[in-house]
């Protein structure tokens, strides 16, 4: 699924909406050769955000993974904290862009 978030970002700009991959990753040290976890990193934060339509747009948070793998504890927090469909705002954990446009389609967000 890594891969295929450049797709599912051009696919949703195709479809009217605004946004894209959230800087979530961690610091690489030159001297240890190693990839170090930002302290001031937010946990759990989504691997994109998009945006659509004025006043009160809806908000959609992708969250990608590949086949196999689960939200860690902060994902599934913030999942909790973001999603309601009474404001307009959608949590997707998406395997596939089909699990994208199911959401999509069944929101009537397309």
């Known amino acids: 699924m890594w891969r295929k978030r450049p797709k599912i970002c051009k696919m949703m700009l ?12 961690s610091a690489f040290n030159k ?4 990839y170090v976890k930002d302290p001031y990193l937010l946990r759990g934060l989504p691997d994109l955000l998009f945006f659509k339509g004025e006043n ?6 992708i969250e990608c993974k590949v ?10 927090q913030f999942q909790k904290v973001f999603h309601n469909p009474k404001l307009k705002r ?4 998406a395997y596939s862009w089909e699990d994208v446009e199911a959401v999509l389609r069944r929101e009537m967000l397309d």
Do not use: D, S
Not at 31 to 34: C, G, L, N, P, V
Not at 56 to 61: D, G, V
């Open 14 to 25: 195709y479809k009217g909406w605004l946004g894209g991959k959230l800087n979530v990753w």
């Open 31 to 34: 001297k240890t050769r190693a």
């Open 56 to 61: 009160y747009p809806a908000m959609l948070a």
């Open 67 to 76: 086949k196999g793998n689960a939200q860690t504890e902060h994902q599934r």
């Open 90 to 93: 959608f949590y997707i954990l």
